[in-house]
């Protein structure tokens, strides 16, 4: 059963930057892709970034140029590092995995851009 734990995230004023971690346990196979989604109150969940095993990357529009997605592939850990962080990407910032056909969540991690 794989496991994924974020953490990283809080209270930024508009213009700052935060950088979320998730690390996944459970399974000796490499994941592929790993991938960060958000959550704002009254909006669907929506792609943020993914990376390949072999770190080709995707990008949503709203975030390309601000955030860069990065993994550690011994470690099966991704990480997502957002400056210039404005209001607008206040949500709940989820990790995913899919391992054999098996979609799995992290718990989430608040991130609130407020002055």
């Known amino acids: 059963q794989v496991q994924l734990v974020e953490s990283g995230g809080g209270l930024v004023q508009p213009g700052g930057s935060l950088r979320l971690s998730c690390a996944a346990s459970?399974?000796?196979?490499?994941?592929?892709?790993m991938d960060w989604f958000r959550q704002a109150p009254g909006k669907e969940r929506e792609l943020v970034a993914s990376i390949s095993r072999s770190a080709t990357t995707n990008y949503a529009d709203s975030v390309k140029g601000r955030f860069t997605i990065s993994r550690d592939n011994a470690k099966n850990a991704v990480y997502l590092q957002m400056n210039r962080l404005q209001p607008e990407d206040t949500a709940v910032y989820y990790c995913h995995a899919r391992l054999f056909g098996v979609l799995y969540w992290g718990q989430g991690t608040q991130v609130t851009v407020s002055s």
């Open positions: 459970g399974t000796l196979f490499t994941i592929d892709p």
